[in-house]
């Protein structure tokens, strides 16, 4: 069986300007049994792989996969709650290193077809939880040293956008990247002052949980929860049939799906802006 037989969505293939990008539809189930649609959208020319989705909650969460440069964008715009005072969304961007074997490549992706499009589909890997404690700012303006798709991503989190020191030392190793350029895009959050402080003032590196605090106007750490339910993490081997004399040879016979929750720390202005960490 071909690769481009396994998978079946409803596949829309561009061809302008030189750009070839294909845009699947997924019909995910997820833990609580609510069915959703992702979109994945696989852009070849930029070696690049976006998908997205939005919660029940309403929170619409992004995953930019920038193969080329070994970095993952997660964007999540969550909606206020207000009953609860909040009367405008909020968006945080969350920039990692990436290992390019934790998802199929952006050619492998654009290959892919879908049968039946009204399928669910539920992943056949839960590779569980993973903890990011993002300790940077990094300056969305300065961030093309990074990637260029983050300024594009994340305009609305001008503020908010994180990234961690052991990132940094994973893309200082690319060619042409130096520790300098990297260190000039971000800034820690012990420079920054308390909300209710001058701008002349440090914060302690030490920064209170926001679920241990019941000030809503105290700076704090918060913790968010983000899941994707469904990406094609691998391809899928199999052997052919042996005639006795020789080893079966293997083939591409498929796509491997897993199901990934992240779990990121950062520092946040306000209690207010992390009322679901309690």
Known sequence: ???????????????????????????????????FLETITSNVTEDMITLEFQRSDGTLVTQLIDFRNEVQVMKALVLGEEERGQNQYQVMCF?????????????????LRQKNPGTIRVADEDRGYTNYTMDLFLDVSKSSIISKHIATLCTEAADSTYTRREDLKQWVQRPGTSESMLLAAVRNFTSLPSPSQGTNTTRSPGITKCADTSN?????????????????????FCKGKSDGKKLPATYRCGIKTCKKYFIFSYYSKMKQNCMWDE
């Open 216 to 236: 809503l106007w105290v700076s704090c750490s918060c913790s968010l929860e983000l899941c994707i339910g469904w990406y094609p993490c691998g391809l899928k």
């Open 1 to 35: 069986m071909k690769i481009n037989e396994v998978l079946g969505v409803c596949v829309i293939l561009h061809y302008l300007g030189g750009v070839r990008t294909t845009l699947l539809l997924i019909n995910v189930k997820n833990q609580g049994g609510d069915i």
């Open 95 to 111: 920039v990692n290193h990436f290992y390019k074997m934790d998802f199929i490549s952006s050619d492998a992706m654009a290959k």
